[in-house]
């Protein structure tokens, strides 16, 4: 079964700094990757995703991640954080099936401060 | 293009009471799911629709049932609603491109099960 790991529930990052998300995945095949964000109260918005392509994916609003094979690993990477960066953040893999079920990661809530 | 939209944004109900989410999407796609979001445990899938006129359960599907009422409209019921139920659930939809399951989700309803 494919799974997610956000090793970060919570990350504090001041404004203008880099921001590190991290996430794990666990799959027997090779993977579809996505990060999603969900700024408060709102749905659920892609960033950017990971089909076999690149490694290197690059997102909306400055975001990009990283497919590392050989750590099982996603990260997602900004190098300077603006406030409204401010949301949760779900790494999601592909089940892999016909149906295009998804797996989601527990979340990791980024707080900016000025 | 209004993309997932979904009624009503709010909901309180009594223990016992029954409900049901509406959730319509105008972009053609043949997949639509029902993700509940709880805190800390990401997003779960209660039951999902590959096409129309079929339906099946997810990870959480007890409780819960579903209409596929047709390609454009999928409907959760709550039969008889309780506590553990309070929730903000979420419809998605994906055109499954080849399974790949980039998914798009509308903005929720908060439900509240007293």
């Known amino acids: 079964a494919q799974s997610v790991t956000q090793l970060d529930s919570h990350v504090s990052v001041s404004e203008g700094t880099p921001v590190l998300l991290r996430c794990n995945y666990s799959?027997?095949?090779?993977?579809?990757l996505f990060w999603y964000v969900q700024h408060p109260n709102k749905g659920l918005q892609l960033l950017l995703k990971?089909?076999?392509?690149?490694?290197l994916v690059k997102g909306i609003n400055g975001f990009e991640a990283e497919f590392k094979k050989s750590e099982t690993s996603f990260h997602l990477t900004k190098p300077s954080a603006h406030m409204s960066d401010a949301a949760e953040y779900f790494c999601?893999?592909?089940?892999?099936?016909?149906?295009?079920?998804?797996?989601f990661g527990a979340g990791t809530q980024v707080v900016v401060t000025p | 293009n209004a993309g997932v939209t979904q009624t009503p944004k709010f909901q309180v109900l009594k223990t016992g009471q029954s409900m049901t989410l509406q959730c319509a999407q105008d972009?053609?796609?043949?997949?639509m799911y029902w993700y509940r979001q709880d805190p800390g445990m990401g997003l779960r899938l209660i039951y999902y629709?590959?096409?129309?006129?079929?339906?099946d359960k997810g990870e959480v599907p007890n409780g819960y049932n579903v209409s596929r009422l047709n390609k454009r409209e999928f409907s959760l019921r709550l039969e008889s609603a309780a506590p553990s139920q309070t929730s903000v659930y979420f419809c998605a939809s994906s055109p499954l491109a080849g399974g790949i399951g980039e998914q798009f989700f509308g903005p929720g309803t908060r439900l509240t099960v007293l």
């Open positions: 629709s590959a096409s129309e006129g079929t339906t």
């Open positions: 972009m053609n796609h043949n997949s």
């Open positions: 999601v893999v592909s089940t892999g099936d016909s149906w295009g079920k998804l797996q």
């Open positions: 799959s027997s095949y090779s993977p579809s």
């Open positions: 990971y089909t076999s392509a690149a490694t």
